[in-house]
């Protein structure tokens, strides 16, 4: 299993907002889970183009 940072940041401002309580964090947790969700359903990592170099 390669290692995704964009789930790693998700996974770390799911902290953060759940620790810190804005006015926007329910909005913020439900977001930040909607997006974690996709990404464990469709097994890609949005930073996959910049984690994989091409060789030339």
């Known amino acids: ?4 940072f ?3 940041i998700l996974a770390i401002l ?8 804005p006015g926007f ?6 977001v930040i ?3 974690l969700a996709i990404l464990a359903l ?3 990592c949005c930073c996959k183009s ?3 170099a091409k060789p030339e």
């Open 14 to 21: 799911v902290i953060v907002f759940a620790w810190w309580n």
């Open 33 to 35: 889970g909607a997006l």
């Open 6 to 8: 964009c789930r790693l």
């Open 1 to 4: 299993m390669k290692l995704c």
């Open 42 to 44: 469709t097994g890609a």
């Open 25 to 30: 964090a329910k909005i913020a947790l439900t």
């Open 50 to 52: 910049k984690c994989e």
